[in-house]
């Protein structure tokens, strides 16, 4: 398979089309078309439909396309590193961050001042799952994450921040008005939880917690991710049980209650491959783990 090839395939499937596949990469439409069939011969599959106005992929194709994206991305990250380097160059760090941590101004306060160091970071925010998924791949160097997580157990990890669990309650509920709370307050009441899929090793845990306390879950009541179950406390579907680096901006439309009894606590955590060689991101460790240690002082 030609490295070519794999661009061809990408640009024809972008476009869904030859002809303006064939304008885009500079060759002429015959020769392309050529390519993408010697391509499919080699794979031993059709990779698109041909329309009479253009073309479509095939289910092959799909899967074929991301992975041919994936290594157009590697290809791109490894020679701009080797470019880097060449001119004696800071290489960047590629750190993906979950959606649940994105906005936790304590790891963000962490990362600006490495930052302001010389350390020149890409940043994305995926879904846990993506997010695991890049980081075994190496298209991620770090990754900071939420745990507990199962998935997230083969990597080396640090500690970034300890983020206790807090009810947050419509501001014209009853339990409003407490400064804290005892988990079997909550039993009348109706929670809002993400669904385990979003975070199983978190759903198993704060659900063994609420169970224990004789409080059942309600599945009907569950949010796409955690971020959403606050949104749904604001407008008073019921009190949201979430870690507190979530919450603590609110508005007036709702609450932070402290749970006295709440015996559960996420860790924001930095994670990366044990066999990664990029000579900066273990820098950035380094650092992240000096400056939390410094915090405890």
């Known amino acids: ?55 479509e992929l095939t289910r092959a194709g799909e899967i074929f396309l991301t992975d041919a994206q994936n290594i157009l991305a590697d290809a791109q990250r490894a020679e701009a590193r080797v470019r880097q380097v060449a001119r004696g160059e800071n290489t960047q760090v590629n750190i993906g961050f979950a959606t649940s941590t994105s906005t936790c101004i304590p790891v963000l306060e962490k990362m600006a001042m490495i930052q302001s160091d010389g350390i020149h970071f890409n940043t994305a925010e995926m879904p846990m799952p993506e997010l695991v998924s890049q980081l075994k791949n190496k298209q991620q160097d770090l990754a900071i994450m939420r ?66 306390a004789g409080i059942r879950i309600q599945p009907q009541f569950a949010s796409p991710q955690l971020r959403t179950t606050i949104a749904m406390a604001q407008a008073g579907f019921g009190i949201a049980i979430v870690p507190y680096s979530l919450a603590e901006h609110l508005d007036n439309s709702a609450v932070i209650v402290s749970i006295e009894d709440m015996t ?13 060689l990029n000579p900066q991101a273990l820098k950035v460790v380094a650092k992240l783990n000096a400056i939390s240690k410094a915090e405890r002082f």
């Open 147 to 212: 745990v507990p997580c199962y998935a997230s157990e083969p990597f080396e990890r640090k500690n970034l921040l300890d983020d206790p669990f807090v009810a947050v309650i419509p501001a014209n509920h009853v339990l409003a008005e407490c400064h804290s709370l005892q988990l079997h307050q909550l039993k009348e009441q109706t929670l809002l939880l993400f669904p385990r899929e979003t975070g199983p090793a978190l759903y198993d845990a704060l659900s063994a917690l609420l169970s224990d």
């Open 1 to 55: 398979m030609e490295f070519r090839h794999l661009k061809y395939f990408v640009t024809v499937a972008q476009l869904r089309h030859f002809t303006k596949a064939a304008d885009q990469i500079g060759i002429a439409q015959p020769p392309l078309s050529q390519q993408i069939k010697k391509l499919e011969h080699e794979l031993g599959v059709d990779l698109f439909k041909r329309l009479s106005r253009g073309v």
């Open 264 to 276: 559960l606590t996420s860790q924001i955590v930095v994670a990366w491959q044990a066999s990664n």
